[in-house]
């Protein structure tokens, strides 16, 4: 079974173009999640889905980042204007929502460099 | 604010030794507690977690701990390998959700 997704693994973009970075979770999994990791602030929530639904945005740092689900097998995550502070990995992971919390999967991470 | 907080950011073991990884929470909401590792260049790996209705959970070398009342929990791992040597982050959730809150991690390294 194939675990999360994500594309690219690395970009390096110049400031002021935008960035697209794109997740399939795992198959089954409802919930999607879209972390950044920095030195500075350790893995941080940016939004997460459930059942394609945004339901917590406000981890997203500013009106540049915006994410979307369109469906249970694909989303992603979108820096426009990108600037050189937004270099950091982010990671998209998945889960099943249930009763009691469940494990989240993540994927091996998008490295964004903005110069 | 922090809600769950990993004040070591790093530890050296020797090889064979117990390693011990140590998280403290603040939200008495949170009912599930996990710890993921981390490689370099590799996303989060689940490692192990532990329910707010138990107060320990074992799976092989790895044993975490919870204490309610204190609002902490502990990784154990025996013996430790220098395949061990990763960056540990310890994680919670609550509401029944699964929307987890992340500890700043811990560098564990391993020495043969």
């Known amino acids: 079974d194939a675990g999360v997704i994500q594309s690219p693994r690395h970009e390096v973009t110049e400031m002021g173009q935008e960035v697209t970075l794109r997740c399939k979770p795992i198959s089954g999994h409802n919930s999607l999640f879209w972390y950044r990791q920095t030195m500075m602030r350790g893995l941080e929530l940016l939004i997460y889905?459930?059942?394609?639904?945004?339901?917590?945005d406000s981890g997203m740092p500013e009106d540049r980042f915006s994410a979307k689900m369109p469906n249970a097998s694909f989303s992603t995550l979108k820096i426009q204007p990108s600037e050189p502070r937004d270099s950091a990995v982010y990671f998209c992971?998945?889960?099943?929502?249930?009763?009691?919390?469940?494990?989240?999967?993540f994927g091996e991470g998008s490295w964004l460099t903005v110069v | 604010d922090q809600q769950v907080k990993q004040n070591s950011p790093s530890l050296s073991v020797q090889e064979g030794r117990i390693s011990i990884l140590n998280c403290d929470y603040t939200n008495s909401m949170f009912d599930y507690f996990l710890w993921y590792k981390k490689y370099p260049a590799e996303g989060p790996t689940f490692l192990i977690s532990?329910?707010?209705?138990?107060d320990k959970n074992e799976d092989g070398r790895f044993t975490v701990f919870l204490n309610k009342s204190a609002k902490h929990l502990s990784l154990h791992i025996v013996p430790s390998q220098p395949g061990d040597s990763a960056v540990y982050f310890c994680a919670a959730s609550g509401q029944a959700g699964n929307m987890l809150t992340f500890g700043g991690g811990t560098r564990l390294m391993v020495k043969p």
């Open positions: 532990i329910s707010s209705i138990k």
């Open positions: 992971a998945s889960g099943i929502r249930g009763l009691i919390g469940n494990t989240i999967y």
């Open positions: 889905f459930n059942n394609n639904v945004p339901i917590d």
